[in-house]
């Protein structure tokens, strides 16, 4: 198995409802078949997908998927942007679990839970820069 993640799905209970938040921090749809919704990003696609089909097609009862103890991180060019993506994230209706602030090992990050529960968290880490075009590496590029 190559090392990489190709796509995160998201079970989601609705996923128009999921979609309109994602666009309203900026994020634009990929053309996807009928019953996903799918978000280009960086050599990886986020997908939403309703829960209920994700639970059938795994064969598990959908209120034994819950959300997962999972964060999803979106790195930041700044420190200053942190606080603008929590923003962003609560104008849209996410809730900030851990507004921005410094953390012990030198970054800045903060935390929000989207309306559908999934944890995201947006942080600046000065050891690892990104790439020009945004991609995230753990010793930077």
Known sequence: ME????????????????????????????????GVIAFDLISQTLGLYPLAALAADIGLPEDTLGTGAVSLSHNTRSKEEVAELLAAAEAAGAEILK????????????????????????????????????????NGY
Do not use: C, M
């Not at 993640?5 to 749809?29: C, H, M, N, Q």
């Not at 507004?99 to 968290?121: C, I, K, M, N, T």
């Open 3 to 34: 090392q990489r993640i190709s796509l995160i799905t998201l079970g989601v209970p609705d996923v128009e409802k999921a979609a309109a938040f994602y666009e309203a921090l900026g994020w634009r749809r990929a053309e996807s078949p009928d």
């Open 99 to 138: 507004p921005a602030q410094d953390v012990f090992w030198g970054g800045h990050h903060g935390y929000f839970r989207s309306p559908d529960g999934h944890l995201w968290e947006i942080a600046f880490n000065p050891f690892s820069a990104l790439s020009p075009e945004g991609a995230f590496r753990w």
